[in-house]
């Protein structure tokens, strides 16, 4: 099972700013505060060592973030690359699936949806890349 994150984070830019839209349209526009950004950082890419399974930093990549409030509620999001829209609406969404009392519940299943559709995309590039295994073993 995949982190809401990582759901959001890996989906198609556009649909996930529609379901922030989608939140948006409950609030006023002084309901939203920036705390930063959107802004561009660098961070370490830390990968794990297959072999002596080690982690180690393998460089730097560059993404987007946003923290804001959202009707008092922090939020935040992160994506890699520049793409100030999707860093917001993650950051957007992130505040409100945070609020207490679960009031935007009518998100759960569009998030599931998307869920279904990136764990298809995963399985099918598993496939792909499964197709030119080696097995060493007969060499």
């Known amino acids: 099972m995949l982190s809401t994150s990582h759901i959001l984070s890996c989906s198609p830019p556009h649909l996930v700013c529609e379901l922030a839209e989608q939140v948006l349209t409950k609030y006023d526009r002084e309901a939203i505060t920036f705390i930063s950004g ?44 520049r793409d100030p829209d999707h860093a917001t609406a993650l950051a957007v969404l992130d505040a409100a699936l945070r609020m207490p009392g679960d009031p ?8 599931a ?6 764990h298809a995309a995963y399985e ?6 499964a197709a030119t295994r080696v097995a060493f073993e007969t060499f």
């Open 38 to 81: 959107p802004r561009y950082v660098l961070v370490q890419l830390r990968v794990v060592d297959g072999v002596a399974e080690t982690v180690f930093n393998a460089g730097e990549i560059l993404a987007t973030e946003t923290r804001l409030e959202l009707n008092g509620q922090f939020g935040f999001g992160m994506v890699i690359g």
């Open 113 to 118: 949806e998307l869920e279904r559709t990136l």
């Open 124 to 129: 099918q590039r598993f496939a792909a890349a």
């Open 104 to 111: 935007h519940a009518d998100l759960y299943p569009r998030i």
